[in-house]
């Protein structure tokens, strides 16, 4: 299972998942309620001939991560890339939740 970061700051939140060796198509992100799941199902056939025998190497890669997504997320707006083997998803806050505020409270 691919290891993954979860960062937050005022303006979003952000996943990087480590998946190297693999293709953006091989992704498969869903958004079903507040669970954002990222999946991958390769299947990867070599055939490889050595002298009087041939050898078939199978290589297969699944997996799938869920995450609760926050109410501060605005889901219309999440986007993913891919790039050198990590796959970055950006989760914008809503607008009137991304603002942070300090406040002291006056004790009477």
């Known amino acids: ?6 960062l937050e ?6 996943i990087e998942l480590a998946a190297p060796g693999m293709k953006k198509n091989d992704f498969k992100v869903d ?11 390769v299947t990867d056939d070599k055939e490889v001939k ?8 199978f290589n297969y890669n699944s997996f ?18 891919y ?3 990590i796959l970055t998803l950006d989760l914008p806050k809503k607008p009137e939740l991304a ?7 006056a004790v009477h």
């Open 1 to 6: 299972m691919p290891s993954a970061n979860v």
């Open 9 to 14: 700051d005022d303006k979003e939140f952000k």
């Open 31 to 41: 958004i079903v309620n507040n669970q954002l799941t990222i999946s991958s199902e």
């Open 50 to 57: 050595e002298e009087n025998y041939t050898r078939k190497e």
């Open 64 to 81: 799938s991560r869920t995450f609760i997504l926050p109410e501060t997320v605005d889901v219309a707006k999440i986007e993913a890339t």
């Open 83 to 85: 790039k050198d083997g």
């Open 99 to 105: 603002k942070s505020y300090k406040k002291e409270i």
